[in-house]
């Protein structure tokens, strides 16, 4: 499932015999073929020093680190990929008994030699343990924000801007005012809670589903940066969003989903504040920058850049209704999303190095697919 490494045999012999300032510089291109040749080394590195700095930073704050939700385990990783692998096998095994003269057996005999590897399901399960572990300590670091920075908060400016690009108006208020309080609500409501399944699925359908495990790699290191790129934002410009600096504006919202879950997050961050050590709760509430928004555009991106032209429409939909909902609930300021969008763009490109994806592999797997596409309803995509 790896490739070869793309450098010449002599790098390493060229290298040693190079003086310090040489082998000093060509440090990024040696890493760089390091995550190339092994595509799960990259993520490994980014959990292991991510990992590093939340002890450092639950030593400084006296606080202990928790895994703020089990149900993003190991367990419930390794289910996901069981079954995202059995759905691709399945798919797979029908496809070609309905478009071949295979029967069933044959043809699951040879899904099961291209797809059912165990080396493949442990390097995709190393890569969902690492996201993992960068995302509790995600969670934990955006706990310890309040215990580092205190009451600091940007939201008074936050919303000066807002204001400002909308002529005076803000704009969650301008959005009920425009869209009302009905249909929209319960539809925002579900876009924004569809989020959180997606994310953990996303990842075990993009390790398990693709033709690549380096596709799959990009991808899950690109979210996993999200989580590092969006908890340094947080500590640069910490706010606490419209919905809790200005909750008056949208006291007249429908009790949805999303109202329910902003009253646990407040309650939960008044019982850490109030007993840091003896609560098991975790502070979720951040605003600058919106990872709501910086992941779905994420997703959106690298589908894109794959060439996935059916799937990046969905998903640039699931992106723009995202944004709206971020803001017609107050969850975020309009900069906070364009933060956002920033930080994917950003976790995108940074994965891309780390996991050796270049403009010409970009171009072959773009190929590959325009191929696979005409052979499968047999002319042109449009």
């Known amino acids: 499932m790896t490739e070869p490494v793309e450098t010449p045999a002599g790098d390493a012999a060229a290298a040693a015999s190079a ?11 040696r890493f760089a073929a390091q995550f190339s040749e092994r595509v799960w080394f990259g993520a ?10 939340t002890f450092v930073a639950a030593g400084i704050v006296g606080m202990p680190v928790r895994d703020p939700e089990q149900r993003y385990g190991l367990a419930f990783a390794s289910a996901l990929l069981v079954i995202a692998l059995a759905i691709d096998v399945a798919v797979r095994v029908v496809n070609r008994t309905l478009t071949s003269e295979l029967r069933w057996r044959e043809a699951f005999r040879q899904v099961r030699y291209e797809r059912l590897q165990w ?9 969902f343990a690492s996201f993992h572990v960068i995302y509790i300590c995600y969670r934990n670091l955006k706990s310890y924000l309040y215990f580092f920075r205190g009451d600091v908060n940007y939201d008074a400016w936050l919303d000066e801007v807002d204001r400002w690009l909308f002529f005076g108006a803000q704009p969650g208020e301008l959005m009920h005012s425009i869209l009302g309080t ?3 609500a319960h539809l925002l409501d579900s876009v924004y809670l569809v989020f959180l399944p ?5 990842v075990a359908i993009a390790l398990m589903w693709g033709p690549s495990l380096r596709q799959g790699f990009w991808y899950v290191n690109a979210l996993s940066l999200n989580w590092i790129f969006g908890t340094a934002s947080y500590y640069i410009f910490p706010a606490l969003g419209p919905i809790y600096a200005y909750s008056e504006i949208f006291d007249h919202l429908p009790h949805t989903g999303v109202a329910r879950l902003q009253g646990w997050l407040e309650s939960h961050r008044l019982d850490l504040i109030a007993d840091p050590i003896g609560t098991d709760r975790i502070m979720s509430i951040a605003a600058f920058a919106s990872l709501h928004t910086s992941i779905v555009f994420t997703a959106f ?3 894109a850049l794959l060439g996935y032209r059916r799937l990046t429409r969905i998903a640039f939909v699931f992106f723009v209704l995202t944004v709206m909902s971020t803001i017609y609930f107050g969850w975020h300021y309009v900069l ?8 994917g763009g950003l976790a995108v490109l940074v994965a891309a190095w780390i996991t050796g994806v270049d403009r010409e592999r970009l171009t072959s797997w773009r190929a590959e697919l325009r191929a696979r596409e005409r052979d499968a309803s047999g002319q042109e995509p449009a």
């Open 19 to 29: 003086s310090p300032w040489a082998m000093a510089r060509s440090l990024p291109a």
């Open 44 to 53: 490994v590195v980014i959990a292991a020093v991510f990992a590093t700095i």
């Open 119 to 127: 080396r493949r399901y442990g390097i995709a399960l190393i890569g």
């Open 182 to 184: 009905g249909l929209w």
């Open 198 to 202: 997606f994310v953990p699925i996303s």
């Open 301 to 303: 991106l690298v589908l």
């Open 336 to 343: 906070d999303d364009v933060a956002g969008v920033i930080v």
